[in-house]
Each structure stands twice: as structure tokens, then as C-alpha cells.
């Protein structure tokens, strides 16, 4: 396991005498923001960028703000390998640490670690990814997905193609693919998928990807030219996407018919797929491009200086943005927190309440130098722990994506239902699981 520390320094476990003191004192004052990465492993494609752009805007708000409220943030790495036993136990290393927030980026990590968050006093961030059932606040007082959850994306997905098919009726009969990784995150949206299904009179073809054969994929793509379904939907990560785009391409099937969740469309991921790719779609609910004041702060007070690991040609990805989404979260909870704490470091405890607060409207958007650059995020509260956001559709050129739609909301009339439902079966298949007693704050 490999630990990086941005404030105390990687050298600090060496330090002896004074100046360890000196740098532990720093630490103890300062707001401590662990981060789990995945550098390596066959999912680093995706991992890299979004680690990069994380560290990023918390150290440009060190360098050009002093921090958070005055305060600095102490940002430390803890290498997973996307695997979940290191996950955990990068958990277990960090949380003796007073952390303000945790975000596992993996699902089973989240899966494992959601029973620890309220004995080990930890929220827990899984930002659009995790246990969607997460977002009912009631059970889960510690855990936070904003701004949507899988559901929330794949219903979108279906509103995009039910626009395009003049209708969601119009989907009886038809087919529709779904590839995914299998894992805890791949199979997190057939729930909602097959309940669609029953609704909308449409077939569902599953093609799932075993890890071992992320970068082969051949037999699936077979068989998705085997039954030809009418669009295509994926649930990959890391090195599945781009060979399921190349595949794809290889085999003849539509690009603007094939649709990924925001989990599949990084650059690399369409890249791979060379001119072939055009046309290739997935959700969206970041921003795209440097062209950002605060996107333009952090190239000025952090890339230009040396302070990134990002290669130039990469910065402001749509991973990369999307890791800069990440922290604006944090920070944003951190600050909602130091407001109703009164206090300027703040703990797990407080940054919970900070999150259950969360507001970033259009206005605050734009004063945050980010404008545009995310939809407005104004649901989440004690019983709604996710917010709803909606997502937008982008589409691959050939050498960039290119926003093309306007913002989707998701069918939260078909999405809350099966959310709270699903978070009654958790609380009944862990027995003992405990009745919230957080109390409620009030956005501000």
C-alpha cells in the first residue's frame, strides 16, 4: 500500500525529534482529506486521471486560497489497485487519522466499508457510484451519492433513447444490450433495467465481462452480433471501455446506438477506437475542457508550478474534470460543516452534517469560477442523500466529446420507489442495523 502525503510530506514516517513534531502539529491543523486511488492495475486508465484532478483542486485551493475557510487541506493518497481488501484496508489505516470524508471509488469497497462509517464516525462519499439505495438518508445517515445514482443515470439513458425512438412506448418489442463488468458496480443497475424492461414491453440481452476478460471481449461481441439488439448499453471501467468500444466499431455495430454510463467515457476509453469510435455516447455531469476560471487557477497555481502529476496533453480530461467534481463536494461539505460547527477543522461528524446540507446552486456554481460545469444540486437533505441531479448526453468526434444534449432529469417517479425498497431489504438482510438517531440540520 502506497501512501503520498501533498501538506506532511511522503518523508514524514522518517522524521524525528522537533521537526516531526513540528509536522504533525501542521497536520492536526489542517483538514484531512484522504484520498483512495488506483494508479495501477488494470484499472488505472481510468483511475490516473481522476486521482490527478482530485489532488489538483484541493492543492490549488492551498496555494491560491490558504485552503478551505483559512484552513489548509492535508491530502493524502492510499493506493487500492481498485482492489476491494486494500480498499478496506486503506480504510483502516486512515480512520485513526480524524478524516473529514472518505470516498472509496469502487463499489465493492463501498459495499464493505458501509457498515464501519457509523461506528468509525467516517461519511462516506461515493459520488454516482455505490449502493444506490444509499441515497435514502433514513437508513443510511453516513453515506452520501450525489448527484445521481446508477439508476438515476440508467433512467436517463432510457429518456435519451426514448427521445430518439419517438417515445419509450415505441421500445415493445425491440431488443436492448446490456455489457457490463461483473462485479458489484456492473450489476448494480439490473434491478431497474429489468423492471423497465417489464414496463416498456422491451428484451434484455445481458453480456456480462469477467475482469480476466476485459481487454479480450470477443465472445460477447459475438454474441451482440448474434442478436443485434436495437442500442446498446454499457457498465464498464478502467481497461473493459476501450475494448469495448474497439469492438464495437470491429463488429459493425451502430456508435451512435451504443451508449455508455459516466463511468465509460474517458478520453482513452473512445480513443481506442480511433475514427472507427465516432458517433460513441455516454452520460454525463461535468464539464468538458480547461475553459473555467478555476480550471485556469488550478493549470496557473498548480500545473505550471510543477505540483501536478498530470501529462499536459491530458489536463482537463473528462476524467480529470470529473476528479476536479469530486473535490468541489468535499470542499463544499468541509465549508457547509465549518459554518455549522464553528469550528475551522473539522471532523467526520461534522462533515456529515456539511454533506446532508449540500447545496450548490447555478449562482454558487459560477462563484466557485466553475460555471455551467455542473447542474445545480439542490435535493439533498436528512431523507434524500443523493439529490437527483440531471446528466447530459455527450458524444465522441472522433478527437474530443461534444456535448449534445441539453440536461436529462432522471424518472424519479420510477426511480425513489425501488431505492427505498431496496434500502428496507439491506436493513432486513443485516440484522442489527441501526435505526438513525443523526439529528437533522436545515440547509442554510
Known sequence: MRLKTLIVGAAMASLVGSSALVSMAAAQDANYVPLFTY???????????????MHDYFTMLNERDGGIGGVKVNVEECETGYDTKKGVEC????????PTVVGPWSTGTTLQVIPKAAVDKIPILSMAYGLSASAIG????????PPATYWDGLSIIFRYIGGKEGGLDK?????????????????????????????????????????????????????????RPDWMIMWGWGAMNPTAVKRASENGYPMDRFIGVWWSGGDDDARAGGQAAKGYLTLNFNGLGANYPAI?????????????????????????????????????????????????????????????TLTITEARWKELGLPGFGAPITGVNCN????????????????????????????????????????????????????????????S
Not at 39 to 53: E, L, V
Not at 138 to 145: A, D, S, T
Not at 320 to 328: A, D, H, I, K
Not at 398 to 408: E, H, M
Open 138 to 145: 433514513e437508513k443510511f445517515p453516513w453515506v452520501f451519492n
Open 296 to 356: 485556469q487557477d488550478i493549470k496557473k497555481h498548480v500545473v505550471d508550478k510543477g505540483k501536478s502529476q498530470v501529462a499536459a496533453e491530458k489536463f482537463a480530461e473528462n476524467l480529470y474534470n470529473r476528479g476536479v467534481y469530486n473535490s468541489v463536494l468535499v470542499a463544499e461539505a468541509i465549508r457547509n460543516a465549518q459554518k455549522l460547527s464553528g469550528k475551522k477543522v473539522v471532523s467526520g461528524e461534522d462533515v456529515r452534517r456539511g454533506l446532508e
Open 91 to 98: 480504510w483502516e489505516t486512515v480512520k485513526g487519522k480524524n
Open 171 to 227: 421500445l415493445k418489442g425491440k431488443t436492448i444490450g446490456f455489457i457490463f463488468l461483473e462485479s458489484g458496480y456492473g450489476r448494480e443497475p439490473l434491478p431497474l433495467l429489468n423492471q423497465l424492461a417489464k414496463d416498456y414491453g422491451f428484451n434484455v440481452k445481458e453480456y456480462s465481462v469477467a475482469g480476466k476478460e476485459m481487454q479480450d471481449q470477443s465472445a460477447q461481441w459475438l454474441a451482440v452480433r448474434r442478436d
Open 384 to 443: 434524500d442523500h443523493n439529490g437527483h441531479a440531471p446528466a447530459y448526453m455527450q458524444q465522441w468526434d472522433g478527437a474530443k466529446w461534444v456535448k449534445i444534449s441539453d440536461w436529462i432529469a432522471p424518472m424519479k417517479d420510477k426511480v425513489r420507489p425501488l431505492l427505498e425498497k431496496d434500502a428496507d431489504d439491506y436493513v432486513t438482510k443485516n440484522a442489527g442495523w441501526p435505526k438513525r438517531t443523526e439529528a437533522c440540520d436545515k440547509a
Open 39 to 53: 494508479r495501477t492495475g488494470p484499472f488505472a486508465s481510468s483511475g490516473i486521471p481522476i486521482a490527478n484532478g
